[in-house]
């Protein structure tokens, strides 16, 4: 399940993710509004490391598939 997690969402993102988490039970906890603001801004970021994971693959995935179209024999029609 842990590689699951490292392979899809990433070690960054699931990292910022669990501080988020973290910190936000601390801030509940001494009520302190920092915490909280700290939090938010972690799960800002842990959000897009994690759509520039997924925007990387897309793009990998993307050239392959345009490698494969070069090859495949078949011709665009404009």
Avoid at 46 to 73: M, P, R, T, V, W
Wanted: aromatic residues 12%; glycine residues 6%; proline residues 1%.
């Amino acid at each position: 399940m842990v590689t699951f997690f490292i392979q899809n969402i990433g070690v960054e993102s699931l990292v910022l993710l669990l501080l988020a988490v973290i910190l936000l039970f601390y801030s509940m906890q001494k009520e302190n509004i920092w915490l909280s603001r700290l939090a938010l801004i972690l799960t800002v970021c842990g959000g897009a490391a994690l759509i520039n994971k997924q925007y990387q693959e897309y793009q990998s995935f993307s050239d392959q598939l345009n490698i494969k179209h070069d090859y495949s024999g078949f011709v665009d029609i404009p």
